[in-house]
């Protein structure tokens, strides 16, 4: 019998993931290197840090005979969608609890058509009832029992565990390096995984100022207590999650025209365009080489 590593191993992963230099004069001017850590190009359907944080996941259910996974997402959630592409590719069976009971009954958006098309079982459920989804009897209402449950965002111990693999491959290879958040574990992971003398910064993509104590707690859940340098900058969510400004899509556009990139809108741009506002107040030292993470592909990202 196929061991659940060797039959994600199968899948061929491209990890380490490429490190690519940008040669962009915004920077270069003020003597600072642009990295982009593409993570994006670890496989075609589990890109980016949906496979750091899912691969130790699906291998903890596999070996507990588990064949059912349930998680959580919103509308346009990439971790639903990567799920549902595992679920396929390994022979898992599927079932996504989506917020929004409005959505039920509508056509599909691109995003859930795809979640569905890979086998996926939706159920949508109110928002009040999803805010609650963590809630032993919430949850035993929505999971049956033969169930592996991952968290919203694919987010727990496991998956700050494994994207602490992301903080290795980029030691030595720059002082800064920064990644979107939504759920806290990639950053979690990063962070620990970082050498001294690196840092990490966090931009979160949603608002609310809750996703310090979150990062916190999954370090210390994963790896028994703060692990690295790392910190958050609430600046650059442009509303929320899926949500956008006139000044993120003016920099989104030129950045994409400039070095022919495409964005991943919800999460990656808004990295970029973070971390562009930081170097425009002077918050790197010449000399700084300044990695982003591309934590997904731009295929399906916009709302």
Known sequence: MTSPAAALAALRPRLPSPLTAVADERFTRR???????????????????????????????????????????????????ATAAAGRLLGFRTIGVVRGEELAGRPLNPSLARCAADGMELRFIDRATYRRKAEPEVLAALAPGDCFVIPEG???????????????????AAEVVAVACGT???????AAGLDQGQ???????????????????????????????WLLDERFHC????????????????????????LERLYVAK???GVATLLAEGAFAPGTSV?????????LSAP
Do not use: M
């Open 31 to 81: 003597g600072v290197r642009l990295l982009l850590k593409r993570d994006d190009l670890i496989h075609p359907e589990l890109p980016g840090n949906k496979w750091r944080k899912l691969e130790p996941n699906l291998v903890a259910a596999a070996e507990a005979g588990r064949r059912t996974l349930l998680t959580f997402g919103g509308a346009y959630s990439n971790h639903l969608r």
């Open 239 to 262: 509303g929320g999650y899926a949500r956008s400004s006139p000044e993120l899509d003016a920099f989104a556009g030129d950045f994409e025209e400039r070095h022919g990139i495409r």
């Open 184 to 190: 806290g574990g990639t950053l979690a992971g990063l």
């Open 154 to 172: 694919g987010s727990n111990a496991a998956a700050a565990q494994g994207c602490s693999s992301l903080g290795r491959e980029l030691r030595g």
């Open 291 to 299: 990695a982003v993470v591309v934590t997904g592909a731009a295929d």
């Open 199 to 229: 840092r990490a910064i966090g931009i979160p993509v949603l608002k609310g100022g809750f996703l310090g104590a979150e990062v916190e707690r999954l370090q210390w859940a994963a790896f028994g207590g703060q692990r690295g340098d």
């Open 271 to 273: 990295a970029l365009y």
